[in-house]
């Protein structure tokens, strides 16, 4: 097992017990990124319980633009597969979808099932283009631009414009998806998309599709409600689950001042924020590297090294992937596990110090 | 008046909920420096940071503010309290009645879900404003928000009744507004972006929406009874009516009965 304390190469035992503790003199610590299988997400939930932790995810401003845009309209949501295989007209909202990989099977591929079978597909685009045949610029930006489809979608504009004629086609099709990505267009801008597609549902079928989302976010999701009942960001410094997203928003703490320790989880590589260089923190990391934070603990990547439960893009549901390559690197969920053994036996907690 | 003084930087977010004249004139001094004011396992409290002051009026004074209180006049039904200083997220959330003033800033989500009484900002406020919480179906409901400076961004986002009085405000200004009345000298882009009803009345504005549709110069009684009520919080907010007002109407993406009175 590869681990590093400052830099320096150790062994397992020391680098549990340097982040241990790092955690056990903390104030307010922190465990963010939460890019894991799900059985490292939920040891890393069990863990801020036991240490009165807050908890952050990697993509969380896109989980959140979904997520306040759910909680107060609803949403109306397809699958890839839905998508790939009855949509007769897609329309790319922003720039972000174009590198998701779905384009190209929606760009590949001819509706096959429903009502659209065998019909050609129209790719229509609003913000940015790369092949769709009828591209709106919207210098206005995009969450004005999702407005003005709406307002067309609804009848109280009219006319033969590009978001005229784009919401025309959207009328006309029988299966109409809406591509987009959360953390580009924003809350505000997610709830009016659901809004285009409510109103564009009550004569023909249409429905979003979010595409991206950064590292296991929506693994995530289902993990912290069915923990806590809440969404991803909630905090346990007073026992019980508190769940707000302002408050518990990691940048704005680290920002702030308010964090004393981080623990960084990133199992299932992604980009680590630069702001974990700016506090004491311990990074539980497959691409292990001895910068990456004061203690690094090299684990092993979920569906490579050891099997785990990720979230499936393709079949946009929660799968078992078995490992692709074994190996001896132990799983982020048992280094999590014996960090909370060794945490709960070494008592935190305490008024010992001043409070203020 | 009872007062709090604040005796250093909080060494974290402190809640105060449970701190208003009410609940403090019903307890001892000793009761009331162990009311848990922490936000961390550090179980911090109420004697830990301020010393306490009481004498069981319903004026409540807190010296020295500080970006880190949250909730200070959450859900205050009765009494007054003034801070001397900044003040952090969601002052006076769920407020019912009584007073809130505020001498320096505020931070976010300031008077979310208030339903009576008068929030005063003497400073700037952060974003959300007036504006609703995560999965809250409403931001102000029927108390006054008054902020002498700047507001940020979607200030009185999903607002539902009540008034805001603003100075400046940023982008996205009564954002998604469910009803009740906005009021500021300069707003930013998208003013009312997503509202279904209510009314905003603005000095200048950035951009504004296609969604939004001119609809001409209006003579209102509705007006001149709103200046009335407006005089009392803000002359300089009343005197915009006195200037002849465009009205757009919108914002069609949604029902459309909203309104935005731009002074010309």
Redesign the interface.
């Known amino acids: 097992m590869a681990a590093w304390v400052k830099g320096g190469a150790t062994d397992a035992g020391t680098a549990i017990e340097a982040a241990a503790s790092l955690l056990a003199k903390a104030?307010?610590p922190v465990i963010a990124g939460l890019s894991a299988d799900v059985a490292a997400i939920r040891a890393a939930y069990d863990l801020a319980g036991r240490?009165?932790a807050s908890v952050d995810t990697a993509g969380s401003a896109g989980t959140?633009a979904e997520?306040?845009s759910l909680?107060?309209v609803g949403a109306l949501t397809s699958t890839p597969a839905e998508a790939v295989g009855r949509a007769d007209v897609v329309l790319v909202v922003g720039a972000a979808p174009w590198q998701a990989p779905i384009l190209k099977r929606l760009i590949d591929a001819k509706p096959s099932r429903g009502r659209a079978a065998g019909s050609e597909r129209a790719l229509l685009a609003v913000g940015a283009n790369a092949t769709a045949s009828l591209s709106w610029p919207a210098e206005?930006g995009l969450?004005?631009a999702v407005?003005?489809l709406?307002?067309h979608a609804?009848g109280?504009?009219a006319g033969d414009d590009l978001p005229g004629q784009i919401a025309a086609r959207l009328a006309a099709a029988q299966y109409g998806v809406l591509l987009y990505d959360a953390a580009e267009l924003g809350e505000?801008g997610v709830?009016?998309l659901q809004?285009l597609a409510m109103e564009l549902s009550e004569t023909t079928r249409c429905f979003t599709l979010a595409v991206g989302g950064t590292g296991q976010d929506r693994a995530v999701v289902p993990v912290s409600a069915w923990l806590t009942g809440q969404?991803p960001r909630s905090?346990f410094?007073?026992?019980v689950p508190e769940?707000?997203?302002?408050?518990f928003d990691a940048a704005r703490q680290v920002a702030?001042g308010?964090v004393d320790a981080v623990l960084w989880l990133g199992a299932v590589p992604v980009s680590r924020p630069d702001w974990l260089s700016r506090v004491p923190s311990v990074a539980l990391v497959a691409d292990g590297e001895a910068q990456a934070a004061e203690v690094v603990i090299a684990v092993g990547q979920p569906g490579r090294d050891h099997g785990g439960v990720l979230w499936n893009e393709q079949r946009a549901a929660l799968t078992f992937w078995p490992a692709s390559a074994p190996s001896d690197l132990p799983s982020a969920a048992s280094v999590l596990g014996a960090l909370k053994e060794r945490l709960v036996t070494g008592q935190?907690?305490?008024?010992s110090e001043?409070?203020? | 008046m009872s007062t709090l003084t604040l005796r250093a930087a909080p060494p974290e977010r402190l809640d105060l909920l449970n701190i208003n004249p009410l609940a403090l004139s019903r307890l001892s001094q000793g009761e009331a420096e162990r009311l848990e004011i922490g936000t961390t396992r550090t179980g911090v409290r109420l004697g830990d940071c301020f010393a306490v002051a009481l004498d069981r009026s319903d004026t409540l004074t807190i010296e020295g503010g500080h970006e880190r209180l949250d909730r200070v006049g959450a859900s205050l039904s009765e009494g007054t309290i003034r801070v001397a200083g900044d003040v952090g997220q969601r002052l006076g959330a769920g407020m019912a009645g009584g007073s809130l003033i505020v001498a320096g800033n505020a931070g976010p989500y300031a008077a979310t879900g208030a339903t009576g009484g008068t929030i005063t900002v003497e400073g700037d406020a952060g974003d959300h404003a007036g504006g609703a919480v995560y999965a809250a179906k409403a931001g102000l409901d029927g108390a006054t928000l008054i902020i002498r400076g700047a507001a940020g961004a979607h200030l009185g986002d999903r607002m539902r009744r009540g008034t805001i009085v603003a100075g400046r405000a940023g982008a996205f200004a009564g954002s998604r507004m469910i009803a009740g009345t906005l009021a500021a000298l300069a707003v930013g882009d998208h003013p009312g972006f997503g509202m279904r009803r209510g009314t905003l009345l603005v000095g200048t504005h950035g951009r504004m929406s296609p969604t939004f549709v001119e609809t001409g110069t209006h003579d209102l009684v509705f007006l001149r009874l709103l200046a009335t009520a407006l005089r009392s919080l803000s002359a300089e907010h009343a005197d915009l009516l006195g200037k002849p007002l465009r009205r757009y109407s919108g914002d069609l993406a949604t029902i459309a009965k909203g309104e935005i009175w731009v002074a010309a």
Request: charge should be positive.
């Open positions: 104030r307010a240490i009165g959140y997520l306040g909680s107060r206005g969450t004005e407005g003005v709406r307002a609804r109280h504009l505000v709830e009016m809004g969404a905090g410094g007073r026992r769940h707000d997203p302002w408050r702030a308010e935190a907690a305490s008024r001043p409070a203020c």
